[in-house]
């Protein structure tokens, strides 16, 4: 299959897919959709960013549109909020006019919301185990007449501690269904899943059967002391254009990086675990649209981050195991486009770094920077005025702000600002 106009698919799926330009399939998309239209059990292994949504998704929408029930008959795990709420974007693009209806079923948003539209009848459910157990014990949700399950980014969700959560929604499934799995790696608990829970699959290996970064991916590792780090982003900022997304170890760490970005003029938000739903999808909203060069992120905030465009991953500071290298560096380079990842390593992390290498096989490229720059660089970012600056937080939703009666004072955590000065309280 070389063009999706080559599929018989229903006139309307033509149609949404032209007006949003899928015209082409990747090379996972070409060998899974036939398979899976077909009714065939799929276990496919690709790497981020090779169009593993539009996979699922569209044989999903071919099936469930020749006859719409308002019955549950497909059911996407997700292993995060964010990413089933970008899974539920692309399938409203793809299913205007088809008269299929959708839920999402995620921790972070609304119960209620999510109850009032599941009671009014869904087609196809997009969840997160953890939300969807938790629906399941109270019998908030009836999956007896699901048809076709898919499990996206199945290692991912192994990794965070989701298998108890997903055998027991897996055990409440039909046996008599289409299961259809996608994972970037495949390691021995997601092979041990997929025998569980499908029927002779068809295998699709897209250059994702072990840990590898994209090869479109411009890999190197800077050797800097914790005081260079920022100076080192500021000075990479400044050379190269495009969109940032910066990994920190901690959400203190985050918040702190966001906070100097913007001290230095550049626009810059941060994404972490305390932040709201609202803050996280506006975060990345402001992101995707332009409004922040820079998103600064923990892992776990960042686990399913699926942004086009991304010119520049850095390790701010190192992941804690390969898997996550693999995944921080994986937010570029999409598409086919080629991408740039940098890593920030102390003299003492020598060893971390060279373990990196050996478990993904690969080897960073040691670049460095002249030392006058960084100094020069520190030198500026010292002389500009700090104290009135907050981290940057959605204007609408933020957390654990408020204003006081008195006017002019504002508390962010345990922090409280009065006209320009700042003090601890406590």
Do not use: W
């Amino acid at each position: 299959m070389n063009e999706f106009n080559e599929l018989t698919l229903l006139p309307a799926l033509h149609k949404n897919m032209k007006r949003h330009l899928f015209l082409q399939p990747t090379p996972v998309q070409a060998q899974s959709i036939p398979q899976a239209l077909a009714g065939r059990d799929v276990v496919a292994t690709a790497q981020t960013g090779t169009g593993k949504t539009l996979a699922f998704l569209l044989p999903i929408i071919e099936k469930l549109a020749k006859a719409p029930a308002k019955n549950v008959r497909a059911l996407v795990l997700s292993p995060t909020r964010e990413l089933a709420i970008q899974i539920a974007d692309t399938l409203q693009k793809l299913s205007t006019e088809t008269g299929l209806r959708s839920a999402i079923v995620v921790g972070g948003l609304s119960e209620s919301t999510q109850l009032n539209v599941l009671r009014r009848g869904v087609d196809i459910v997009i969840a997160t185990p953890g939300r969807l157990q938790d629906f399941l014990n109270r019998r908030l949700i009836n999956l007896a007449p699901v048809e076709t399950l898919v499990l996206d980014e199945a290692d991912r969700m192994l990794d965070m501690g989701f298998l108890p959560a997903i055998e027991r929604i897996l055990a409440g499934l039909p046996e008599n269904r289409q299961s259809l799995f996608f994972s970037a790696t495949m390691d021995p608990a997601v092979q041990r899943l997929i025998e569980r829970y499908s029927k002779n699959p068809v295998r699709i290996a897209v250059g994702a059967a072990e840990r590898k970064a994209p090869e479109q991916i411009d890999l190197h590792v800077y050797e800097v002391e914790h005081e260079r780090k920022f100076p080192l982003l500021r000075h990479l900022l400044q050379g190269e254009p495009g969109s940032f997304l910066v990994f920190a170890r901690t959400k203190h760490g985050a918040d702190r990086l966001a906070k100097r970005l913007a001290a230095a003029g550049t626009k810059a938000v941060a994404m972490h675990g305390d932040r709201t739903q609202n803050q996280r999808n506006q975060a990345l909203a402001g992101f995707r649209e332009g409004r922040y060069r820079v998103l600064v992120a923990t892992d776990v905030a960042a686990r399913g981050i699926h942004v086009d465009g991304v010119a520049h991953v850095v390790n701010y500071d190192l992941p804690q195991a390969a898997d996550d290298f693999i995944h921080r560096v994986g937010r570029t380079g999409r598409a086919g486009q080629r991408g740039a990842a940098s890593t920030f390593g102390m003299k003492a992390e020598r060893g971390a770094i060279r373990r990196i290498e050996r478990d993904c096989k690969l080897r960073l490229e040691r670049r460095e920077v002249a030392a006058h720059l960084l100094e020069a660089m520190q030198l500026s970012e010292d002389s500009l005025p700090s104290q009135r600056l907050k981290v940057e937080v959605p204007s609408h939703s933020r957390h654990h702000t408020s204003r006081s009666a008195h006017g002019g004072a504002y508390r962010t955590g345990k922090t409280r600002r009065f006209r320009g000065r700042e003090r601890r309280s406590a």
